[in-house]
Nanobody
């Protein structure tokens, strides 16, 4: 499966963005999907994930309540809705997919990656 992430941009603190991860080459509904981010000089970290069985989600504590992951299987797309953006959310955001149908939280367990989309939040 190939992934294409988009939707990043330059925004102000408090704004919202919706990132999209569009899949091609396979049926996306059978993949677990994670959203990650990597800020300059920092390691890539998971911000959230969604499984393929029930739509169950996981969020990192720092984004809980502000970030929402959803999927539209008909469109082969997974979304990351980001509200109340903070300067510390500035990073390149990546989507990733795993053939496992369960929630996958470890970056090393994802086999397929999108190219990343940059989110810059100014104060």
């Amino acid at each position: 499966v190939q992934l294409q992430a988009s939707g990043g941009g330059i925004v102000q603190a408090g704004d919202s963005l919706r990132l999209s991860c569009v899949a091609s080459g396979d049926t996306f509904s059978s993949y677990g999907v994670g959203w990650f981010r990597q800020a300059p000089g920092k390691e890539r970290e998971i911000v959230g994930a969604i499984d393929s069985r029930t739509g169950s989600t996981y969020y990192q504590d720092s984004v809980e309540g502000r970030f929402t992951i959803s999927r539209d299987n008909a469109e082969n797309t997974v979304y990351l809705q980001i509200n109340s953006l903070k300067p510390e959310d500035t990073a390149v955001y990546y989507c990733a997919a795993s053939k496992s149908r369960w929630l996958i939280l470890n970056v090393n367990d994802y086999s397929f990656w999108g190219q990343g989309t940059l989110v810059t939040v100014s104060s």
